[in-house]
């Protein structure tokens, strides 16, 4: 393989940002292709500033590139200037480590965590100058894979990917790469073949997918009996044997989330009903507090950084948070620790106010729901209490702003569910002001999208209008509220990632039209169309009220019923109704089991250093009254 | 206590941008464990002073940088000995820090005392008539051109800041050219010269050379020759 680097380098005169496009980053490796080796191109299909933070994507370049039968590089979606620059030269989609060709790779792989990004991995095969359509392609060209959250309903990108991973990747990257090299020389065929062997591999090429006679999916099943007709999740057991990135990442310029990130443990079983990650990645798995500190340690004198966020979907909820927080702060002067994902509760103030010594100025909390009987609803059982408490302590220790996440158009919402949004902001200011001149609390509202594996994929999606209707309910009660500020999402996004979270095989020839009619960069507000949706989706005479609007039956089949992350279908359906009964249902980690699937499947187990549930009681952690499960009180 | 800095940006660097360069100081600063002093408030950021920005795309072998010390902090001069390879390890390729001098007095900022910088510039275009145009542009009493700044036309002269300029090179389709352009009272960019040239030639490459500030009418480089250390 022949570097481009010599053809590149006059375009990047030209184009922004050209920093993207070098490589040259502190971590990064340019490895020698050895003959025999498999060759991977990890690709994230946005951005370089959004891409390279991705620590799922930097865990496996460093993984491959240990093995001695596996080389892997980056790339990222050249942005519109670049991608013109491209074509007009006749270049195709490069690595930015040794900068060589993307179609030179044996595997593509694409790390898939939002749906408006679909359209850019077309873009990028298409780039990099591959048959966008699986079916297409010969022993020549490279294998397109996916992982990542998104994989979980795969089936809108069936046509266009070769292979599918389910779950963590640490593993089975090297069973795909043993199985690659092992089966190559006898053709693609053979090769995807021995793939659908492979535990969490799923190969869409071999399913079909079945019709009813109303029109609709009606199944999947495996070309033939050779073929496992279910695709289980691959699960890490334990956080301890995998301490990567060990080298990090440092980008030489503007990325987001531009620090030091530990992952502190994975998986998280509060049990919100709305949130994909939190059911899919059970059980919980923590990485033990003395790895966490050296991570941290000689993270931080590697790289240089002077920030670190330990990660996790609910930090505050590692045990012996407080100590490891404590430790990282004592062992260096402007030193900042930061904690995604906080729990709504006092406590978690405490531990933000040690950080925090200095800049007190924004404190993030994501109570979701603006009643508690909502919340009960979505299972996020944070009580009025408890957040009133929250804002109270970090108003009466000088922050001068909170900010508050919710989802509107969440299951059974009544108005004055929505408006109650508005009127838990006012009470916080209320709080405020009795520490604060001027406390400003700012809501931020995203529409609420039903994702495959959670207790809500069988709810129909609020409506564009409908979601408009709230919006405008929201801003009239905002207007009123002084230091409220209000803040949502397009409700018009909302809809396109509502049709691709749920959708079946029925969507690649809507993706494809997309695409080709230049509906790249989705995600960015300036690039989103639209129209280009709509109109690709009465193109292929797909109903969007069927795919997004439409309440699922409870014995229906979904489009990922061929795939499994461990929950059992009727937990989830049990959870479905709880929901709509205004039931809660406590955490696992510290009450007993009621058995959902992801650790009795895989005969795997929670790891957590502490056998009590943290202090601050917040969201059941101090077991709330209304419990479908007897939990010894 | 101030430290002032050489370093190169060569290579693939080329492409980063002004501020991209902070924040890799900040961290291979960090990296390299100097004491630096830091601003006081709510967000305290490292004390450093750059010289006049380079274009994003631009290469140098003479960049500087200085860097005032934590004066609580205990730092012998002589143990800045290896600083220069301390620092080199802690930057990426291409960034390289070639000299360390240490500021008695810390005296007016790079960007005040630097006057003229010497530039290679490589130009894509016709070689036989560059000889004849370069002439043409010394020999002209003013060079006018209107820049846009923030929306608003201006009108310069630029033949001031040209204080020398000939030909190095032609070969093929490449015409090489050694400047020294003015900083003061208005930085000349090679970009600006490249475009008074005129169409028929486009910018290939371009790298600062030196850097140079005026002591008594004598040109030499901003580095304070009283104590340099690790300097080549």
Partial sequence: ?633 | MRLRVRFTKLGKVRFLSHRDLARIWERALRRAELPVAYSQGFSPRPKLHFGLALSTGHESLGEYLDVDLDPTAALAVEGLGDLTARLSAALPDGIECTAVAVLDHPGPSLQEAVTRCTWAIELEGPTDRAEEVVAALLAAPSIMVSRDRKGRVTEDDIRPGILSMNVTELSGTVVCLRADLGTQPRTLRPSELVAALGSPWSERRVCRLHQWVEDDGALREPLAPVVAVGAP
């Fill in chain 1, 1 to 633: 393989m022949l570097s481009l680097w010599p053809r590149l380098e006059p375009l990047l005169s030209r184009v922004s940002k050209p920093a993207r496009y070098i490589g040259c980053e502190d971590g990064a490796q340019r490895p020698a292709h050895r003959p025999g080796d498999v060759s991977w191109l990890l690709v994230y299909p946005d951005t370089y500033e959004i891409g390279l933070p991705n620590q799922g994507l930097q865990i496996l370049y460093e993984i491959l590139n240990e093995r001695d039968d596996a080389v892997a590089e980056r790339s990222y979606a050249p942005w519109t200037d670049l991608e013109a620059e491209l074509r007009a030269a006749g270049l195709p989609l490069f690595s930015v480590d040794n900068h060589l060709p993307a179609g030179d790779f044996d595997v593509i792989a694409f790390n898939l965590s939002a749906e408006l990004t679909y359209t850019n991995v077309l873009n990028c095969i298409d780039l990099a100058g591959v048959p966008v359509r699986a079916a297409d392609r010969t022993d020549w060209h490279p294998l397109v894979a996916i992982g990542g959250h998104c994989t979980y309903n795969p089936e809108p990108l069936a046509d266009f990917v070769d292979l599918v991973v389910l779950g963590d990747g640490e593993e089975v990257v090297g069973e795909i790469t043993a199985a690659i090299a092992a089966a190559r020389s006898q053709g693609r065929a053979a090769v995807l073949r021995r793939l659908a062997g492979v535990t969490g591999v799923y190969v869409p090429g071999l399913y079909e997918s079945c019709t009813g006679e109303d029109g609709r999916f009606a199944g999947l099943r495996p070309v033939d009996a050779g073929i496992p007709s279910q695709i289980e999740k691959r699960t890490v057991a334990s956080l301890a044997d995998w301490p990567y990135p060990k080298q990090q990442l440092v980008p030489l310029t503007e990325v987001v989330h531009d620090r030091l990130n530990v992952e502190v443990f994975r998986g998280c079983t509060r049990g919100c009903r709305f949130c994909q990650a939190g059911m899919i990645t059970r059980p919980v798995r923590e990485r033990p507090a003395e790895q966490v500190r050296t991570m941290v340690t000689e993270g931080l004198r590697r790289t240089g950084y002077d920030e670190v966020a330990l990660t996790s979907l609910s930090t505050a909820d590692y045990s012996g948070i407080d100590e490891v927080v404590a430790d990282i702060i004592g062992c260096g002067d402007n030193i900042s620790v930061s904690l995604p994902s906080l729990r709504v509760d006092a406590f978690t103030v405490g531990i933000a106010a040690q950080i925090q010594k200095a800049r007190r100025t924004g404190l993030t909390f994501a109570p979701e729901a603006g009643t508690w009987r909502m919340r009960q609803v979505i299972n996020k059982l944070i009580s009025e209490d408890d957040l009133y408490a929250a804002v109270e302590s970090a108003f009466s220790q000088g922050w001068r702003r909170v900010k508050l996440y919710f989802l509107i158009g969440l299951p059974t919402e009544t108005d004055e569910d929505t408006l109650g949004i508005v009127e838990l902001a006012r009470r916080c200011v209320e709080i405020g002001r009795n520490y604060q001149r001027s406390p400003s609390v700012t809501v931020s509202v995203g529409g609420f999208v039903p994702k495959p594996f959670t207790p809500f994929q069988w709810f129909g999606q609020n409506t564009v209008a409908e979601l408009q209707r709230k919006v405008a309910l929201l801003r009239t009660a905002a207007a009123s509220a002084r230091g409220v500020q209000l803040r949502w999402h397009d409700p018009r996004a909302t809809l396109v990632e509502g049709i691709l979270s749920r959708g079946d095989r029925r969507l690649g020839p809507v993706i494809e039209s997309v695409w080709r009619n230049g509906g790249t960069f989705q995600e960015w507000s300036e690039h989103f169309r639209l129209d280009l949706w709509l109109d690709a989706m009465a193109d292929a005479g797909v109903s969007v009220d069927e795919i997004v609007h439409r309440h699922r039956e409870e014995h229906e089949a979904l489009p990922w019923d061929h795939l499994s992350a461990g929950l059992h279908k009727d937990f989830l359906w049990q959870d479905w109704r709880d929901a709509l009964a205004e039931v809660g249902l406590p955490d696992c980690r510290w009450t007993p089991c009621y058995d959902c699937g992801a650790c009795t499947g895989y005969g795997i187990e929670h790891i957590v250093a502490s056998a009590v549930p943290p202090a601050g009681g917040s969201q059941g952690t101090a077991v709330p009254v209304l419990l479908r499960t007897a939990v010894g009180v």
